[in-house]
DNA sequence: AATTTCTGCATTGTTAACAATCTATGTCAA
DNA sequence: TTGACATAGATTGTTAACAATGCAGAAATT
């Protein structure tokens, strides 16, 4: 009886083939295997998720909610790419929030957060040693987000999830060759500065990573590949 | 030509009739029009907007993934009901991001933005003066979305206007009848923090004024209404 | 009378067919 | 060769019918 109810409260929340298709996506995105403007056909999704249309275009529209998809009047759904404005704008928006979470885990971080914190540094570092490309990337996005859970705030965490999934896209367009990763010994710092418990230092400690990485990318000039070929030559804009 | 690739443009970011859904159920709820748990059935929204089904379970769709409505298997949508534990997760949370962005507002706010600042408490004092409930509960919330856009980042306004919403949701839910909208003279003394160009002591404001907010709630107690009668009746949890 | 079970109705979830739109290819004229 | 135009195929958008589930009221049993 009380199993059976527990069973039920799993599969009322949110769909499982839903929310399965929806984080694959995400994660995706997160380990750049999906680059933007990468069409995403409903049969493909269908087949690849063996799923029905129905939940394809749900998640698709979830995720387009989010920034990480563009839906296409009859055009379709591409990966987004984020113009050089919206990046600034998510860089930005980043600072404000994370300088916040950063802060407070100063003011009161336990024991056990730390660990966490520093565990997930070292697989860093471990996946860097060993020239896992894809796993650095997920990981170095992955560590903003551990930052967040920390506060075990979901609806936090949902929002720098976010930011980072879409930072993810950003670093793909407008990344240089060099360093489009966060170095992991800034990751260090940070939580070093938070340990300190001086929430000034911790601050300083996110905004000049966060300002590190957003330098390392070229805003300015033209993003990589077409700048938006297919609208132009549709006609649009 | 022109003008026709514009009228293209429009409709190809979000369809008008699925946003205007999404929209009017925002400005219900943030004006608690709409009341949490109430329910939101597709035949009576279908007739309401004179839209297909579709359209309509789309918009509950994007409005539960923003924790607007709350979406239940086979039972509809209902206008969500956060619980204690999410009221002060959402709380947590705007203190975090509004410090930020009030702190980069007294940094570098234009003549411009304070005068809007200012209409907008004005029309607040006014609404208050001639007892138009809804209007100053409109205003309320309005105003922290003001701020945010005062940095004309969409994507930091988005998550501000999703927060502000779900705050109107819990101010409905566990909000005493005394005090439980912003007294619009803390408004005014965060804008003179701003424009005084200290940063610091904007900080302070905002987040006197948010804790001031968050302890006129009765958060320790069960919820106003049926906390939850009606998953208990059916014997899920 | 109270509780349980059953039945019909209302609402939601899903599917599949259809309509509309776009894309690509091929044809024709300049 | 180049460009416009037309056609066919593929993809997306929409609708309507059907299936499944939940809900409320009636009937029946204790």
Redesign the pocket.
Known sequence: MTNEAEDKLDTLRT?PDEQMIVDRIYSAVMEQKLAPRTKL???ALCETFGV?R?RV?RALLLLSSQGIVD?Q?????YVACPSADEAREVFVARLMIETGIVRELARCIGENDVQALRAHVEKEELARKSDDRTEVIRLSGAFHVELAERHENPVLTRVVRELVTRTSLIVALFGTNQASTCPDDEHASIIDAIVSGNPHSAEEAIRHHLLHVQNSLDLEQTQKAEPDLVKIL?GRI
């Open positions: 769909d056909s409903e049969l029905g129905m275009r839906l009047s009859n055009r379709g759904a549709t």
